[in-house]
């Protein structure tokens, strides 16, 4: 006859319960800090990189030196790999006792994947809560009125936002996310599958969005801020299928000038043409068409100003309103209220032309022509 082990109720408890304080010491140690208060997130830390104790050290006490606030960049998806890497740069202790702690608690399938910045002055325990509750590393980003989506490429990946240029460009063109917003939108079946991009529907704004998802973050929240803020107008004035028509209008406006007393009037001139069908002329949709092709920045001088050339006249495309008859195939960039609205509202003009009073100060305005005689007098005035 084999013996059994017997242990009663009060010593299995016992040892599930020393455990227990096993395991809380373990952590209650891990999340302890230099500080008494220890900042809670990394936005802190950066704001206050060396809070200040609650005592002060008396004269006789040896002062407290806290270690130097280092923070790093992490993409999760393995965990393994990144907390070895974490431990390498000094951010947790241990990468094993990092795995143990994330085992124990049951965080492993709740970790949740993104690009995060962690602090060293965060504990482990600290850090795992921070990933189970996915707060994300994330920048406020502005897409500025008038920018269309070769900009606002470039932009983001002259701040590191995106790894190869292009990237966003490529993404606001794709089938998915043409979808997306035909689905926002509510676009009946009719119109449904005819866009071309995006162009026009991210509405200028700034926007905080996540590190590791750029691309679907602005856009979706531009795309947001253009159905809260544009959309209504829209319904108002218009059918769904002449929606493109007024973007492209107001598009053209937004591109030519920033001052609302004007656009009004650049309205009336771009319909005053389209009345008599006449081709608008209008050297923006020239820059788009440039684009489009990844021929722009051939172009640019030394100081990054476009240098139009005779040629450029002529360049094929849908969009240059210098070859095609109308509006450009789609909205030429991003563009804001006013813009719309004068596009719904144009002035009474009896104007075909306009110029610019300054190339480099654009606060000065355009002046307006009836004539094409006129319109090159004019010309001649203000490039002197």
Known sequence: MTSRHYYSPFIKYSLLLLAFLVIAALISALSFTHYNSPPTSTKQ??????PTAVTKPSSTTKPDHPQPLKTELYTFGALHSNFIKMEQDGIIKSAPFALFLTKILGYEKKIKKGTYRFSNLLSTYQILNLLVAGREESVLFTIVEGYDLYDIDNNLFAAGLIPTK????????????????????????????????SEGFLYPNSYQVRLSTVNEDLTRLALAQFKTTLVPILINHAPPEKWI???????????????TNEKPL???????????NMKLRYDPTIIYALKKAGLYENYLTSEGFFDIKKEHFTFTSPYNTYTVNGLPQTPISSFTLTSLNAALNPAE?????????????LAKGHDFSRSYEEHLEKIEAYQR
């Open 245 to 259: 028509d007024l973007m492209k209008i107001s598009s053209l406006i937004e591109k030519e000038t920033f001052l």
């Open 166 to 197: 292009g990237q966003f460009a490529a993404y606001s063109h794709q089938k998915k996310t043409l979808a997306i917003i035909e689905k926002e939108l509510d676009f009946p079946p009719a119109l449904r599958g005819t866009l071309i991009s």
């Open 266 to 276: 650049i309205a009336s001139v771009l319909y005053n043409r389209l009345r008599i």
């Open 349 to 361: 003009s009896p104007y075909l032309f306009f110029v610019a009073r300054s190339r480099t100060d």
């Open 45 to 50: 830390l950066a704001s206050n990189p060396h």
